[in-house]
């Protein structure tokens, strides 16, 4: 799996909105969040043809940038990657966590028992 940078991610959010977009057109919509000029935008961009995240194709005075790698394989990939990273793999010990410093609202602890809810009856 392609392994993205915070910077890196910027991007390709911005292009999981809405694809294709110039280098221009990124730029403009990142650039009240980031601060990033168009140099700094060409090269994340670079690096992530490079890494096979994106390419583009030749659209009339500027290229068009696409997202190659699709946003929920992605967010499965980083999600596996902190919890092994930071949890030891244990999603148990996440949650354990999270509700031991209060970290959860009533609303998210209500969605947890729904989503289990719905996966106890699925592996049925």
């Given at each position: 799996?392609?392994?993205?940078?915070?910077?890196?991610?910027?991007?390709?959010?911005?292009?999981?909105?809405?694809?294709?977009?110039?280098?221009?057109?990124?730029?403009?919509?990142?650039?009240?969040?980031?601060?990033w000029?168009?140099?700094?935008?060409?090269?994340?961009?670079?690096?992530?043809e490079?890494?096979?995240?994106?390419?583009?194709?030749?659209?009339?005075?500027?290229?068009?940038?696409y997202?190659?790698?699709?946003?929920e394989?992605?967010?499965?990939?980083?999600?596996?990657d902190?919890?092994?990273?930071?949890?030891?793999g244990?999603?148990?010990l996440m949650l354990?966590t999270?509700?031991e410093?209060k970290a959860?609202?009533?609303?998210e602890?209500?969605?947890?028992?729904e989503?289990?809810?719905?996966?106890?009856?699925?592996?049925?």
């Amino acid at each position: 799996m392609i392994k993205l940078s915070e910077a890196e991610w910027k991007v390709i959010s911005a292009l999981w909105e809405e694809a294709p977009q110039t280098i221009m057109q990124l730029t403009h919509r990142l650039q009240d969040a980031t601060g990033w000029t168009k140099h700094t935008v060409m090269t994340f961009l670079r690096r992530m043809e490079e890494k096979g995240a994106v390419h583009y194709e030749e659209g009339g005075k500027a290229k068009q940038y696409y997202p190659d790698i699709r946003q929920e394989d992605a967010v499965i990939q980083e999600t596996e990657d902190f919890l092994e990273k930071v949890f030891q793999g244990k999603l148990g010990l996440m949650l354990n966590t999270m509700v031991e410093q209060k970290a959860l609202s009533k609303e998210e602890i209500a969605e947890l028992y729904e989503i289990l809810r719905k996966a106890e009856e699925d592996a049925k």
